[in-house]
């Protein structure tokens, strides 16, 4: 499976731009769609998914085209939106034979063995008679990935799937994601969550209002903060110094003051390191230096 964007533009009234001239390839397995809030993420989601029509340019899903070939690829797709919601009356069961009813499958007996392999695949077969208004957040996530996923698509799309979860939920979360994409399908993670994506995508892209800002493997921005990630021993009055000045990763206490992660160029008047960057460092390094030289250009 593979997916093509060609010169894709979403423009709203008054003449701004969700994205502005989109070029991008996303191939099988995990995809993360990284950038800050605004970026034009769940506008793209939206016209992938073809929940909104795009104001000019091409999407192509292998041979099909989304302007001429809607009901084909909605076929193909699984979708759990940012803002999921079910009928709260119904079971846990109940709501995923319906969405399986929708998805076109009309064998009750093969629904419900469907159904029942779903509810053990995400963990939530236990619960598959509790009110699906009742379940915690994260069942609630899981419900929604199963609802996604009980059509068996090709195209998996989830729109920041583990906001508001627990540590352990968002790992089981992603977990099974990982899981998912062993198989034979494109899975495309939006988010604005660093640690989804460091920890499950094989590729990426950054987004920033509605511009692809970068596309590659996470370990390629991640080489770009090399030389630029700092740990400083800062005392507490250099520690307030130091939040003015740059931009604060974490900040662990130590005897005496701080013990200070910080993205810069250079550091000159502190006790400091280097350290080697992880993807979280690469994305603010990115942001305010890249980013926002290519932003004004």
Not at 89 to 110: H, P, Q, W
Not at 131 to 136: H, R, V, Y
Not at 211 to 225: D, I, N, T, Y
């Amino acid at each position: 499976m593979h997916i093509k964007i060609e010169n894709l533009n979403k423009i709203y009234k008054g003449g701004s731009y969700a994205v502005n001239n989109l070029n991008l390839e996303i191939p099988n397995g995990m995809f993360g769609l990284l950038g800050p809030n605004g970026a034009g993420k769940s506008t793209l989601m939206r016209i992938l998914v073809t929940l909104m029509k795009p104001s000019s340019g091409k999407v192509y899903y292998n041979d099909y085209e989304l302007s001429k070939n809607r009901r084909q690829i909605r076929s193909m797709l699984g979708y759990l939106p940012q803002d999921f919601s079910f009928f709260s009356k119904l079971k846990t069961s109940e709501f995923l034979d319906y969405t399986a009813r929708l998805s076109g499958m009309k064998n009750s007996a093969v629904r419900r063995n469907a159904v029942d392999q779903m509810l053990e695949e995400v963990g939530l077969f236990e619960a598959r008679d509790r009110n699906a208004n009742k379940l915690s957040g994260g069942m609630k996530r899981r419900l929604g990935i199963a609802q996604a996923l009980i059509n068996d698509p090709q195209i998996i799309i989830v729109d920041e799937p583990t906001t508001g979860l627990d540590p352990e939920e968002r790992i089981r979360f992603r977990n099974l994601l990982s899981t998912i994409s062993t198989r034979d399908v494109i899975i495309i993670l939006s988010t604005h969550i660093v640690g989804d994506i460091s920890s499950t995508c094989d590729n990426m892209a950054l987004l920033n209002k509605g511009k692809l800002a970068f596309s590659g493997s996470p370990e390629q921005l991640v080489s770009e903060a090399k030389g630029h990630v700092w740990l400083i021993e800062a005392t507490e009055r250099e520690y307030l110094e130091i939040n003015e000045k740059f931009p604060v990763i974490s900040t662990i206490p130590i005897d005496g003051g701080w013990e200070v992660q910080v993205v810069a160029n250079e550091i000159n008047g502190y006790q400091a390191r280097q350290i080697e960057p992880n993807l979280e460092h690469a994305y603010v390094h990115f942001m305010e230096n890249k980013l926002n030289q290519w932003s004004n250009a």
